[in-house]
Protein backbone atom coordinates (compact mmCIF):
# COMPACT_ATOMS: atom_id res chain seq x y z
CA UNK A 1 0.00 0.00 0.00
CA UNK A 2 3.20 2.10 0.76
CA UNK A 3 4.40 1.82 -2.81
CA UNK A 4 1.06 2.78 -3.91
CA UNK A 5 0.65 6.06 -2.22
CA UNK A 6 3.86 6.62 -3.45
CA UNK A 7 3.68 5.95 -6.86
CA UNK A 8 0.57 8.52 -6.35
CA UNK A 9 2.61 11.47 -4.90
CA UNK A 10 4.97 11.60 -7.67
CA UNK A 11 2.52 11.30 -10.25
CA UNK A 12 0.72 14.10 -8.48
CA UNK A 13 3.46 16.26 -8.41
CA UNK A 14 3.47 16.35 -12.34
CA UNK A 15 -0.70 16.90 -12.25
CA UNK A 16 -1.01 19.33 -15.07
CA UNK A 17 0.57 17.02 -17.61
CA UNK A 18 -0.80 13.74 -16.00
CA UNK A 19 -4.10 14.81 -16.10
CA UNK A 20 -3.75 15.92 -19.90
CA UNK A 21 -2.58 12.54 -20.67
CA UNK A 22 -5.21 10.81 -18.95
CA UNK A 23 -7.20 12.48 -20.68
CA UNK A 24 -5.83 11.81 -24.05
CA UNK A 25 -5.87 8.21 -23.13
CA UNK A 26 -9.59 7.70 -23.18
CA UNK A 27 -9.69 9.75 -26.32
CA UNK A 28 -7.38 7.81 -28.51
CA UNK A 29 -9.80 5.03 -27.65
CA UNK A 30 -12.97 7.05 -28.40
CA UNK A 31 -14.04 7.18 -24.62
CA UNK A 32 -15.55 10.69 -24.94
CA UNK A 33 -17.00 11.25 -21.53
CA UNK A 34 -15.28 13.63 -20.02
CA UNK A 35 -15.09 16.89 -21.00
CA UNK A 36 -11.09 18.37 -20.69
CA UNK A 37 -11.89 20.86 -18.46
CA UNK A 38 -12.90 18.65 -15.59
CA UNK A 39 -10.16 16.50 -16.37
CA UNK A 40 -7.90 17.30 -13.55
CA UNK A 41 -10.63 17.16 -10.88
CA UNK A 42 -11.83 13.58 -11.83
CA UNK A 43 -8.37 12.36 -12.47
CA UNK A 44 -7.17 13.42 -9.05
CA UNK A 45 -10.52 12.34 -7.00
CA UNK A 46 -10.55 8.98 -8.21
CA UNK A 47 -6.96 8.84 -7.82
CA UNK A 48 -6.73 10.10 -4.31
CA UNK A 49 -9.34 7.76 -3.49
CA UNK A 50 -7.71 4.75 -4.55
CA UNK A 51 -4.04 5.52 -3.09
CA UNK A 52 -5.25 7.59 -0.45
CA UNK A 53 -6.77 6.70 3.01
CA UNK A 54 -7.76 10.30 4.48
CA UNK A 55 -10.34 10.91 6.92
CA UNK A 56 -13.88 9.52 6.64
CA UNK A 57 -15.64 12.76 6.43
CA UNK A 58 -13.17 13.51 3.73
CA UNK A 59 -13.50 10.59 1.67
CA UNK A 60 -17.43 11.31 1.83
CA UNK A 61 -16.83 14.49 -0.15
CA UNK A 62 -15.22 13.00 -2.31
CA UNK A 63 -16.82 10.03 -3.18
CA UNK A 64 -20.00 12.73 -3.38
CA UNK A 65 -18.00 14.40 -6.08
CA UNK A 66 -17.26 11.35 -8.02
CA UNK A 67 -20.86 10.09 -7.89
CA UNK A 68 -22.43 13.56 -8.97
CA UNK A 69 -19.95 13.45 -12.18
CA UNK A 70 -20.34 9.60 -12.81
CA UNK A 71 -24.27 10.69 -13.17
CA UNK A 72 -24.13 13.49 -14.84
CA UNK A 73 -21.34 12.72 -17.58
CA UNK A 74 -23.78 9.47 -18.38
CA UNK A 75 -21.03 6.84 -16.86
CA UNK A 76 -21.89 3.30 -17.03
CA UNK A 77 -19.74 0.18 -15.31
CA UNK A 78 -18.43 -0.86 -18.59
CA UNK A 79 -16.69 2.46 -18.68
CA UNK A 80 -14.56 1.23 -16.27
CA UNK A 81 -12.08 -0.86 -18.17
CA UNK A 82 -10.70 2.19 -19.88
CA UNK A 83 -10.64 4.63 -16.94
CA UNK A 84 -8.94 1.89 -15.21
CA UNK A 85 -6.58 1.61 -17.98
CA UNK A 86 -5.69 5.24 -18.68
CA UNK A 87 -4.97 5.50 -14.59
CA UNK A 88 -2.62 2.82 -14.94
CA UNK A 89 -0.95 3.90 -17.90
CA UNK A 90 -0.75 7.91 -16.38
CA UNK A 91 0.47 6.31 -13.11
CA UNK A 92 3.21 4.51 -14.80
CA UNK A 93 4.31 7.20 -17.02
CA UNK A 94 4.49 10.20 -14.52
CA UNK A 95 5.10 7.86 -11.29
CA UNK A 96 8.99 7.97 -11.98
CA UNK A 97 11.22 5.79 -10.13
CA UNK A 98 8.39 5.04 -7.79
CA UNK A 99 6.82 2.53 -10.39
CA UNK A 100 6.78 -1.04 -9.93
CA UNK A 101 5.18 -3.63 -12.82
CA UNK A 102 3.13 -5.37 -9.58
CA UNK A 103 1.70 -2.09 -8.85
CA UNK A 104 -0.60 -2.14 -12.31
CA UNK A 105 -2.82 -4.63 -10.62
CA UNK A 106 -3.26 -2.48 -7.82
CA UNK A 107 -4.19 0.44 -10.01
CA UNK A 108 -6.84 -1.51 -11.91
CA UNK A 109 -8.67 -3.06 -8.73
CA UNK A 110 -8.88 0.12 -6.68
CA UNK A 111 -9.89 2.27 -9.68
CA UNK A 112 -13.08 -0.40 -10.64
CA UNK A 113 -13.64 -0.45 -6.73
CA UNK A 114 -13.82 3.40 -6.23
CA UNK A 115 -15.95 3.58 -9.78
CA UNK A 116 -18.71 1.14 -8.50
CA UNK A 117 -18.51 2.88 -4.89
CA UNK A 118 -19.15 6.22 -6.82
CA UNK A 119 -22.18 4.25 -9.12
CA UNK A 120 -23.75 3.40 -5.90
CA UNK A 121 -23.05 7.48 -4.67
CA UNK A 122 -24.59 8.43 -7.94
CA UNK A 123 -27.54 6.55 -7.51
CA UNK A 124 -28.12 7.44 -3.54
CA UNK A 125 -27.49 11.10 -4.49
CA UNK A 126 -29.52 11.27 -7.54
CA UNK A 127 -30.57 14.26 -9.75
CA UNK A 128 -29.00 17.64 -8.92
CA UNK A 129 -26.10 20.72 -9.48
CA UNK A 130 -22.92 19.60 -10.88
CA UNK A 131 -19.04 20.06 -9.81
CA UNK A 132 -18.25 23.53 -10.61
CA UNK A 133 -15.08 25.90 -10.51
CA UNK A 134 -15.00 29.07 -8.79
CA UNK A 135 -12.82 32.07 -9.31
CA UNK A 136 -11.68 33.22 -5.63
CA UNK A 137 -12.09 36.92 -5.81
CA UNK A 138 -11.13 37.97 -1.95
CA UNK A 139 -9.23 36.12 0.65
CA UNK A 140 -9.47 38.14 4.21
CA UNK A 141 -7.44 37.17 7.41
CA UNK A 142 -10.16 37.91 9.80
CA UNK A 143 -8.21 36.58 12.69
CA UNK A 144 -5.42 34.40 13.66
CA UNK A 145 -5.69 31.29 11.69
CA UNK A 146 -9.12 32.30 10.27
CA UNK A 147 -9.85 32.98 6.52
CA UNK A 148 -12.80 34.24 5.23
CA UNK A 149 -12.69 33.66 1.01
CA UNK A 150 -15.61 35.06 -1.40
CA UNK A 151 -15.70 33.07 -4.52
CA UNK A 152 -17.67 33.43 -7.29
CA UNK A 153 -18.93 29.69 -9.13
CA UNK A 154 -18.30 29.42 -12.71
CA UNK A 155 -22.14 28.32 -12.65
CA UNK A 156 -24.58 29.15 -10.43
CA UNK A 157 -24.46 26.94 -6.87
CA UNK A 158 -27.35 25.36 -5.87
CA UNK A 159 -27.30 25.36 -2.64
CA UNK A 160 -29.74 25.86 0.88
CA UNK A 161 -28.30 27.67 3.63
CA UNK A 162 -27.41 24.95 6.15
CA UNK A 163 -26.12 22.84 3.69
CA UNK A 164 -22.43 22.05 2.82
CA UNK A 165 -20.65 21.23 -0.19
CA UNK A 166 -17.43 19.60 -1.17
CA UNK A 167 -14.42 21.91 -2.16
CA UNK A 168 -10.90 21.54 -3.26
CA UNK A 169 -7.89 23.70 -3.72
CA UNK A 170 -5.62 22.27 -6.86
CA UNK A 171 -2.69 22.82 -4.98
CA UNK A 172 -3.89 19.87 -2.90
CA UNK A 173 -5.52 18.33 -5.70
CA UNK A 174 -7.65 15.15 -5.09
CA UNK A 175 -8.46 15.94 -1.28
CA UNK A 176 -11.52 17.37 -0.46
CA UNK A 177 -13.48 19.18 2.78
CA UNK A 178 -16.60 19.81 3.65
CA UNK A 179 -17.89 23.52 3.97
CA UNK A 180 -21.05 25.53 4.63
CA UNK A 181 -21.40 28.49 2.76
CA UNK A 182 -22.37 31.65 5.43
CA UNK A 183 -24.50 33.14 3.13
CA UNK A 184 -28.45 32.04 0.77
CA UNK A 185 -28.12 32.34 -2.70
CA UNK A 186 -26.66 36.60 -3.56
CA UNK A 187 -27.55 38.16 -6.75
CA UNK A 188 -23.92 38.52 -7.48
CA UNK A 189 -23.93 34.57 -7.10
CA UNK A 190 -21.18 34.71 -4.87
CA UNK A 191 -20.27 32.32 -2.22
CA UNK A 192 -18.38 32.47 1.11
CA UNK A 193 -16.49 30.17 3.15
CA UNK A 194 -14.90 30.37 6.23
CA UNK A 195 -11.75 28.18 6.96
CA UNK A 196 -10.06 27.90 10.04
CA UNK A 197 -6.61 26.30 9.71
CA UNK A 198 -6.62 23.26 12.20
CA UNK A 199 -3.48 21.64 13.09
CA UNK A 200 -1.83 19.17 11.23
CA UNK A 201 -4.80 20.14 8.47
CA UNK A 202 -3.14 20.04 5.49
CA UNK A 203 -6.29 21.42 2.94
CA UNK A 204 -7.31 24.28 5.29
CA UNK A 205 -3.96 25.36 6.42
CA UNK A 206 -3.78 25.49 2.19
CA UNK A 207 -6.86 27.77 1.77
CA UNK A 208 -6.00 30.17 4.88
CA UNK A 209 -2.56 30.29 4.55
CA UNK A 210 -1.43 29.99 0.41
CA UNK A 211 -4.50 30.72 -1.82
CA UNK A 212 -4.86 34.15 -3.33
CA UNK A 213 -7.42 36.20 -5.51
CA UNK A 214 -7.59 34.94 -8.88
CA UNK A 215 -6.77 31.31 -8.30
CA UNK A 216 -9.65 28.73 -9.01
CA UNK A 217 -10.95 26.33 -6.07
CA UNK A 218 -13.64 23.56 -7.24
CA UNK A 219 -16.57 22.47 -5.57
CA UNK A 220 -18.71 19.69 -5.36
CA UNK A 221 -22.50 19.53 -5.21
CA UNK A 222 -24.17 20.86 -2.43
CA UNK A 223 -25.67 18.51 0.53
CA UNK A 224 -27.86 18.07 3.56
CA UNK A 225 -26.38 18.26 6.77
CA UNK A 226 -29.12 18.65 9.38
CA UNK A 227 -29.38 22.36 9.46
CA UNK A 228 -32.24 23.09 7.29
CA UNK A 229 -34.71 25.39 8.07
CA UNK A 230 -37.95 23.08 7.00
CA UNK A 231 -37.63 20.81 10.64
CA UNK A 232 -38.19 24.28 12.31
CA UNK A 233 -41.75 24.93 10.97
CA UNK A 234 -42.33 28.27 12.27
CA UNK A 235 -41.02 27.82 15.48
CA UNK A 236 -38.17 30.59 17.35
CA UNK A 237 -34.95 29.75 16.85
CA UNK A 238 -32.32 29.10 18.94
CA UNK A 239 -28.44 28.75 16.69
CA UNK A 240 -25.47 27.99 18.99
CA UNK A 241 -22.09 28.22 16.77
CA UNK A 242 -18.61 27.66 17.80
CA UNK A 243 -15.60 28.46 15.95
CA UNK A 244 -16.04 28.73 12.20
CA UNK A 245 -19.60 26.75 13.12
CA UNK A 246 -20.90 30.50 12.65
CA UNK A 247 -20.97 30.06 8.96
CA UNK A 248 -23.79 27.73 8.38
CA UNK A 249 -25.83 29.53 11.08
CA UNK A 250 -25.25 33.02 9.96
CA UNK A 251 -26.47 31.78 6.40
CA UNK A 252 -29.78 30.56 8.30
CA UNK A 253 -30.44 34.37 9.78
CA UNK A 254 -30.08 35.93 6.46
CA UNK A 255 -32.54 32.88 5.39
CA UNK A 256 -35.20 34.15 7.80
CA UNK A 257 -34.28 37.81 7.48
CA UNK A 258 -35.71 37.31 3.68
CA UNK A 259 -38.78 34.84 4.59
CA UNK A 260 -42.21 35.79 4.99
CA UNK A 261 -42.24 34.15 8.28
CA UNK A 262 -42.03 35.81 11.48
CA UNK A 263 -39.80 34.41 14.11
CA UNK A 264 -37.47 35.57 16.96
CA UNK A 265 -34.28 33.83 16.63
CA UNK A 266 -31.55 33.83 19.33
CA UNK A 267 -27.82 33.07 17.75
CA UNK A 268 -25.06 32.54 21.06
CA UNK A 269 -21.99 33.16 19.12
CA UNK A 270 -18.78 31.22 20.94
CA UNK A 271 -15.21 32.49 21.02
CA UNK A 272 -11.80 32.23 23.42
CA UNK A 273 -11.32 35.89 23.33
CA UNK A 274 -12.26 39.03 21.87
CA UNK A 275 -9.93 38.69 19.09
CA UNK A 276 -11.12 35.03 17.90
CA UNK A 277 -14.08 36.80 17.48
CA UNK A 278 -13.35 36.82 13.46
CA UNK A 279 -16.85 37.66 12.06
CA UNK A 280 -18.05 40.98 14.39
CA UNK A 281 -18.47 43.41 12.33
CA UNK A 282 -21.05 41.02 9.91
CA UNK A 283 -22.89 40.47 13.45
CA UNK A 284 -22.76 43.95 14.25
CA UNK A 285 -24.43 44.79 10.87
CA UNK A 286 -27.13 41.85 11.22
CA UNK A 287 -28.02 43.00 14.67
CA UNK A 288 -28.62 46.46 13.84
CA UNK A 289 -30.83 45.69 10.55
CA UNK A 290 -33.06 43.01 12.54
CA UNK A 291 -33.05 43.80 15.97
CA UNK A 292 -36.70 43.56 16.17
CA UNK A 293 -36.50 40.17 15.76
CA UNK A 294 -32.83 39.26 15.76
CA UNK A 295 -30.72 38.86 19.56
CA UNK A 296 -26.98 37.94 19.08
CA UNK A 297 -25.30 36.75 22.56
CA UNK A 298 -21.33 36.47 23.14
CA UNK A 299 -19.43 33.86 25.00
CA UNK A 300 -16.06 34.22 25.86
CA UNK A 301 -14.64 31.34 27.03
CA UNK A 302 -11.06 32.77 28.34
CA UNK A 303 -11.07 36.41 27.98
CA UNK A 304 -11.35 38.22 31.54
CA UNK A 305 -11.30 41.93 29.58
CA UNK A 306 -14.24 41.45 28.14
CA UNK A 307 -18.39 42.76 30.27
CA UNK A 308 -18.69 40.56 32.97
CA UNK A 309 -22.52 39.39 30.99
CA UNK A 310 -20.30 37.89 28.25
CA UNK A 311 -17.62 35.96 30.03
CA UNK A 312 -18.63 32.05 30.02
CA UNK A 313 -18.51 29.07 27.53
CA UNK A 314 -20.78 28.87 24.71
CA UNK A 315 -22.62 25.41 26.36
CA UNK A 316 -23.79 27.78 29.53
CA UNK A 317 -24.56 30.77 27.41
CA UNK A 318 -26.60 28.42 25.04
CA UNK A 319 -28.55 26.97 27.83
CA UNK A 320 -29.25 29.77 29.17
CA UNK A 321 -30.94 31.54 26.27
CA UNK A 322 -32.79 28.57 25.63
CA UNK A 323 -36.94 28.60 25.68
CA UNK A 324 -39.20 25.79 25.48
CA UNK A 325 -40.69 25.70 22.17
CA UNK A 326 -37.69 26.82 20.13
CA UNK A 327 -36.01 24.55 17.55
CA UNK A 328 -32.18 24.68 18.35
CA UNK A 329 -29.26 24.21 15.99
CA UNK A 330 -26.30 24.06 16.92
CA UNK A 331 -22.35 23.75 15.13
CA UNK A 332 -19.01 23.96 16.33
CA UNK A 333 -17.08 21.61 18.02
CA UNK A 334 -18.47 17.53 19.19
CA UNK A 335 -18.98 18.82 23.23
CA UNK A 336 -21.08 21.92 21.60
CA UNK A 337 -23.50 19.29 19.21
CA UNK A 338 -23.46 16.89 22.05
CA UNK A 339 -25.57 19.92 24.12
CA UNK A 340 -28.51 19.42 22.04
CA UNK A 341 -29.07 15.95 24.30
CA UNK A 342 -29.07 18.15 27.27
CA UNK A 343 -32.15 17.58 29.12
CA UNK A 344 -32.79 21.14 29.16
CA UNK A 345 -33.28 21.10 25.28
CA UNK A 346 -35.93 18.64 26.18
CA UNK A 347 -37.98 19.81 28.95
CA UNK A 348 -36.43 18.11 31.54
CA UNK A 349 -34.96 19.33 34.83
Avoid at 55 to 78: E, F, I, T, W
Wanted: glycine fraction near 10%; hydrophobic fraction near 45%; aromatic fraction near 8%.
Amino acid sequence: MADLELSWAVALAAHGRASDHFWSFMEDRSARFLPQQLTPMFFSTLGQMVAGRGDPAARRAALSVLGRMYRRLGLYPYHGTVVAAAMVDTVRRFGGASWEPDLAGYWEVGCRRVLRLAERAAGALGDGPHVTVAEVLECEAASDGVAVLTVRPARRVRSLPGQAMPVCTPRVAGQWRWFSPANPARADGTVEFHVRAVPEGLVSSVLVERVTPGEVLWLGPALDVGLSLERAGDADLLLAAGGTGLAPLRALVEQVAASPIRRRVTLVVGARTLPDLYDAVALDKLQQAHGDWLTVVLAFSDDRDVEPAAQGDLLSAALYHYQPGQAVYVCGSSRLIEAVSHPRFHGGS
